[in-house]
């Protein structure tokens, strides 16, 4: 019986050896143990850091000229909203609402140079003259704003009426034009307001008494 009972110690011990060596040639044993975390592959982190990329850097889109707001200045005020240069037809109609009179569409002749082959309208409201230009007849874009009577106003809040050093302070790169004068009122002067390479210009038309007689904004041709 000692001798038996020897045999299974030592059966016993081997096996329990033979354990402990096999666990340290495969450590990956251990992964069975809840507390050891696997560690974070490669490919996992490379994923996530282009998730992140592309919900903090969004596609940004050119918009088209024509809905660009590219400069307020040249622009007057109703309500709470601007009606600018460039602006197209439906936009300009749900701002003023509609016309007091309207011409039909009209395509331009050789005479008409720059804008010859072009489609025009004109609308109408008190004291207010906006023309429209395209190259389609569905598609027209303000390109001149004439105001002649105290109901409109500036972005800057000027309007008919008001005076030449209000005009100032408003614009101040407002500038004197003295080359150009108006037909068969030589005594009125024009001042002119523009910036840049915008192609947008305003001309405020002061009479004898420097007093802003009528306002012009206009997109310039090349």
Not at 97 to 109: H, I, M, T
Request: hydrophobic share 35%; proline share 4%; glycine share 4%.
């Amino acid at each position: 019986m000692k001798i038996i009972s020897s045999i299974i110690i030592c059966v016993t011990l081997l096996f329990i050896v033979g354990c402990s060596d096999l666990q340290e040639e495969n450590p990956s044993i251990t992964a069975t143990n809840p507390s050891v975390v696997p560690p974070t592959t490669n490919a996992n982190s490379e994923s996530d850091s282009t998730e992140k990329a592309v919900l903090t850097d969004p596609q940004v889109s050119t918009p088209e000229l024509g809905y660009i707001k590219e400069d307020k200045y040249y622009s007057i005020k109703y309500e709470q909203s601007l009606v600018q240069l460039r602006d197209d037809e439906k936009t300009v109609v749900h701002i003023l609402g509609e016309p007091d009179e309207a011409s039909q569409v009209k395509q331009l002749g050789d005479r008409a140079d720059t804008f010859s082959g072009m489609f025009s309208k004109d609308l109408y409201y008190s004291g207010l003259t906006l023309k429209f230009l395209g190259m389609e007849k569905s598609s027209l874009w303000l390109s001149e704003i004439i105001l002649d009577k105290n109901e409109y106003e500036t972005s800057e809040g000027i309007k008919v009426g008001d005076h030449l050093e209000k005009l100032k302070n408003a614009y101040s790169n407002i500038k004197y034009e003295n080359l150009k004068t108006i037909e068969n009122k030589p005594n009125l002067k024009i001042y002119e307001y523009f910036q840049g390479d915008l192609g947008f210009f305003a001309e405020f038309i002061i009479d004898e008494s420097d007093v802003i007689e009528e306002i012009h904004m206009y997109f310039l041709f090349d």
